[in-house]
């Protein structure tokens, strides 16, 4: 469960909104497609393999951060990411499809991205901006990535609790997300606020799974 803290970018060229809007959907949209290329590709794959896929992403996670201020090396970083995401949930997505089916996928899939659309046009029919919650909003995610490791080891949370705590957090930080980037990105390149969005995606559509997959098991 990763999370991009944006620090203020210093030089970040200043688009429109609306420009911005469009840019970030844009990269994260192929950065979706990539991830889902790499899980399609990649679903008999063994879970320690997968682990050791997710490891790396993680590193070129920094390195997409580190590389921030160079737009162009950024944005192969942050795909190269993204391909390695979809590597390291593909044995968690073929688990599903073998013992549910692929409908459990899609249904997760489709509701993520019909909520990610919904926060969006709310925030922008609205103007609702959570930013300054955003500190708040890290500590609780903190919170539950400390309880997330205490529950390996001391089962006291039913993981479709933790996944619903999960869904609540990444929701909330869609609607920050989407006020940043109408209020002209808070200093953040467009691929950096595609990397926040992809993050929230991706954390939301591995909660609903384990939400839709629960309940179709019992």
Do not use: K
């Not at 688990?95 to 919904?118: K, N």
């Not at 006020?179 to 990397?195: H, K, W």
């Amino acid at each position: 469960m990763y999370r991009y803290q944006n620090p203020q970018q210093i030089g970040a060229a200043a688009v429109p909104a609306h420009a911005l809007l469009a840019q970030v959907l844009a990269i994260s949209a192929l950065g979706f497609c990539i991830t889902g290329f790499g899980a399609w590709l990649f679903q008999g794959l063994a879970p320690g393999v997968g682990l050791i896929a997710m490891l790396v992403g993680f590193g070129l996670l920094f390195g997409t951060m580190a590389a921030r201020r160079n737009e162009t090396l950024s944005l192969v970083l942050f795909y190269a990411f993204t391909f390695c995401e979809g590597v390291g949930i593909a044995p968690v997505i073929g688990q599903y499809v073998r013992s549910i089916g692929p409908a459990v996928v899609f249904d997760a899939a489709l509701t993520t991205g019909l909520g990610m659309f919904s926060l969006g046009a709310i925030v922008y029919a609205t103007g609702l901006d959570l930013r300054r919650f955003q500190g708040y909003l890290t500590l609780a995610l903190l919170g539950l990535i400390v309880l997330g490791v205490v529950s390996i080891f001391v089962r006291f949370i039913h993981p479709e609790v933790y996944a619903y705590l999960v869904l609540a957090i990444f929701t909330a930080y869609v609607l920050i997300d989407f006020a940043r980037i109408r209020a002209g990105g808070d200093g953040a390149t467009p691929v950096m606020l595609a990397v926040s969005i992809y993050l929230d995606a991706l954390n939301i559509f591995l909660a609903l799974l384990q939400i839709f997959g629960g309940r179709r098991r019992s």
